[in-house]
């Protein structure tokens, strides 16, 4: 098309603008329009930018300080565990079981540094942690006075005593950090779980009942002492539950979890699982007094009922250690406990 005739663009070469009436010309500037013209930022713009740069810069970069804190922490177990397998199992496969151990012990050392360096209790079940004094209570009466529940290799004639101890001043030392110091922060509110007809805080009774009478019915008969035998059984049932009231705390503070926190869940899980894959091999050795093997499968469908329960805190505990974020579960019934 023609650049002359009655409609040309102006600013182009001074050309008119109509039927040779009055021209109209391009302002002068950096440049006219089409051929270079310099557009100047806002006053500021580049300071906001740079600002703003800087910002997601240090969001980056707390990211991957986070990440790897996660990656020492779990690398620094996970090594400490390969000494003490090489130093005290003799490549046993009970060693399963002192590993297990090590990585409860280790959730409650997480659980610790939380409370105690942040001084705050937000986030953590009481009712969870009563549960686990129970739990490794009971273990050490049993295992304190007989062998018939330890490890066979030399982890068990005084490393896993030591590791169950150290369990239990661990979970009772946060009991008191979040009862005691920290209460004000204790969201009692929310740890409500089983609270029907019971008084505050007693809603764990509604587990613990159920299971005791479990325990005195059912039970193996490996220490051939009656109180040692129901003592072990019983925290070993017990222990499938005692998570039920932190998972349902979790998904009661609007599914946002710290990632301490969720790294102490985790490794409590971790070492539920590793116990399930000992006694997947050994599960037949619990029998009665009489022979029966029902005690050896309640023990392993109460491990294998755990890990189902814990399967979605799993994945998205996978997710928000992979972005180093905070984990955050489904708002209703993702972990099948509300």
């Known amino acids: ?10 600013g182009f070469g001074g050309q008119e603008y109509g039927s040779g009436q009055a ?8 440049g006219s329009y089409g051929s270079g013209y310099a557009y100047a930022a806002p006053s500021g713009y580049s300071d906001w930018r740079e600002e703003n740069d800087d910002k997601s810069k240090g969001k980056r970069s707390l990211a991957v300080e986070a990440l790897n804190q996660n990656v020492l922490m779990w690398a620094g177990f996970f090594s400490g565990s390969v000494l003490v397998y090489y130093i005290f199992s003799g490549k046993d496969f009970s060693f399963l079981m002192t590993y297990g151990a090590m990585a409860r ?14 001084r705050k209790a937000t986030g953590i079940s009481l009712k969870s942690l009563q549960l686990y004094a129970i739990v490794f209570f009971c273990r050490l009466t049993s295992i304190m006075r007989h062998e018939g529940y330890l490890p066979y290799d030399k982890s ?6 030591i590791i169950e101890v150290l369990s239990l001043v661990f979970t009772i030392a946060a ?12 969201q009692a509110d929310l740890d409500k779980f089983g609270e029907f007809n019971v008084p505050p805080g007693y809603g764990s009774v509604y587990l613990v009942v159920p299971i005791l009478l479990l325990a005195i019915l059912v039970h193996p008969n490996l220490n051939n002492d009656w109180l ?33 926190t969720a790294h ?64 955050v579960l489904p708002s209703h019934g993702g972990l099948g406990i509300v």
């Open 23 to 30: 021209t109209y010309s391009a302002p002068e500037g950096s």
């Open 264 to 327: 102490y869940v985790a490794a409590l899980g971790l070492g539920r699982l590793t116990e399930l894959f000992f006694w997947l091999y050994s599960y037949k050795e619990l029998v009665t007094a009489s022979g029966s093997k029902i005690p050896g499968y309640l023990s392993l469908f109460s491990q294998l009922l755990q890990m189902v329960l814990m399967v979605d805190f799993f994945w998205y505990y996978y997710i928000a250690v992979k972005n180093a974020t905070p984990l």
């Open 1 to 10: 098309m023609s650049t002359q005739g009655p409609y040309t663009r102006p």
């Open 175 to 186: 009991l008191y950090g979040c009862s005691v110091l920290f209460r004000d922060s204790y």
């Open 105 to 118: 012990m280790f959730g409650f050392g997480i659980l610790l540094v939380k409370t105690f360096k942040t």
């Open 228 to 260: 040692s035998d129901v003592a072990w059984v019983f925290a070993a049932y017990l222990e499938t539950v005692a998570l039920i009231p932190q998972l349902y705390l979790f998904q009661k503070i609007s599914g946002v979890v710290e990632l301490l």
């Open 156 to 161: 068990g004639d005084w490393l896993y005593h």
